[in-house]
């Protein structure tokens, strides 16, 4: 184990002989680590939190701290993932000038990368579901943007706009058709915003980051347990947990894939994550919401595809990448989705109106 993983465990009261660590999982962000204490049969979560995306670490600290909570309270038998606290008592550890926090690892759980079996995405979509549902009565204004404007597709719009200003020529030409393809698509920009500020599109609270790598299944029911990543749990609409799941669980290939044939749309996960969204959310979707069950799909997927695209002009800065490229590949392979979701369009609009209707 590493000398600032033991400065870090020394704060929560573990001594360096007890404890063995190793990295785990494959998010884009954070750094991930398994730990084991000799003689304990619970193992811990413990994460640096990445601070070039989140200026304000106690931010995160603090909505998670709130809507704890807020569920312990209310709903106490709700599996909650909340932070430790260090023997100090605060929610994370600052060592090295990093913040880190640890959790409780959840026994006999597994999480996917990609999805198997449409059952995985009706669970997970009840699961996402579920956590904005029982959070209807909280007070949403009290959390703080953990990344300021983070799913707000005008602000992703001007970032890619001010990258492209910005960007080095021989990258510029060697997105040309990506480029063309963005500013194309700005329509869902002005949709997007005939609606924002319509009362019945209200804020509520979001995950954020809905990819079927942060939910936990049971390894041997495969049933849901809970939701993990908390990182951007803040106010947004309904539309960017919906639309992420769309964008992600809809292809049996994830963003990385650079053969685009291998993009294409799988009905019956679509049904199932609309069924499984409605089991809990269908009952307090305003009017309007259910009207943008099918554009939050359009709507994240087109935002993730500019997130790529402006990273990529920007030198690859942000999202990790194992090969010069591999932006410019991620934001085709987006637009590949996002043209095979257009192209399913009316068969997908009627499945959200018969699982509306039923
Ligand atoms: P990142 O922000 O980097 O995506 P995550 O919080 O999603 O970090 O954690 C990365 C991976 O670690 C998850 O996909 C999951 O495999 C595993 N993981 C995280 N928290 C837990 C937990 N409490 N119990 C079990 N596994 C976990
Ligand atoms: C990042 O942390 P991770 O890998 O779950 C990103 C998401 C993107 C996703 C694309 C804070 O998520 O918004 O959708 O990559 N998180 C942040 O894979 O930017
Ligand atoms: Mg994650």
Not at 71 to 98: N, Q, W
Request: aromatic share 12%; charged share 25%.
């Amino acid at each position: 184990m590493n000398s600032v993983t033991k400065k870090v465990l020394a704060e929560y009261g573990y001594s360096a002989d007890e404890i063995t660590s190793k990295k785990f999982g494959t998010g884009h962000i954070n750094s991930t680590y398994l730990i084991s204490i000799a003689g304990e049969t619970d193992r811990l979560i413990l994460q640096s939190i990445n601070q070039n995306v989140f200026r304000e670490p106690l931010i995160i600290a603090e909505n998670v701290r709130l809507v704890a909570k807020y569920l312990k309270d209310h709903y106490p038998s709700y599996l909650f993932v909340s932070c430790i606290p260090t023997i100090r008592g605060e929610e994370m550890a600052f060592v090295d000038e990093t913040y880190w926090r640890l959790t409780k690892y959840i026994p006999n759980s597994i999480a996917y990368e990609t999805l198997n079996d449409p059952r995985q995405a009706f669970e997970a979509a009840v699961q996402f579901g579920r956590l904005s549902k029982l959070l209807d009565g909280f007070e949403t204004s009290l959390l703080k943007p953990s990344i300021p404007g983070f799913h707000d597709l005008n602000l992703r719009y001007d970032q890619f706009k001010e990258a492209l200003q910005n960007a080095h020529a021989e990258l510029r030409s060697k997105a040309s058709v990506q480029i063309e393809q963005a500013l194309r698509h700005s329509f869902i920009v002005d949709y997007f915003n005939s609606y924002k500020d319509s009362p019945e599109f209200p804020d509520r609270v979001m995950h954020h980051d809905t990819k079927i790598s942060n939910m936990l299944f049971d390894k041997d029911t495969n049933e849901g347990i809970c939701v993990i990543d908390l990182d951007t749990l803040m106010a947004g609409k309904f539309i960017s947990d919906l639309g992420d799941m769309m964008r992600t669980y809809l292809c049996p290939f994830s963003e990385n894939e650079p053969d685009t044939d291998k993009i294409f749309i799988r009905q019956e996960y679509f049904e199932a994550i609309i069924k499984g969204y409605l089991k809990e959310m269908g009952s307090i979707l305003t009017p309007i919401e259910k009207d943008l069950i099918l554009f939050s799909g359009k709507y994240l997927i087109y935002m993730q595809a500019l997130r790529f695209l402006a990273d990529y002009l920007n030198g690859s800065v942000y999202y990790p990448v194992a090969y010069p490229e591999q932006n410019l590949d991620r934001t085709i392979n987006q637009f590949k989705l996002l043209s095979e979701f257009f192209n399913k369009e009316k068969v997908l609009q009627s499945i959200v109106d018969e699982c509306l209707s039923n």
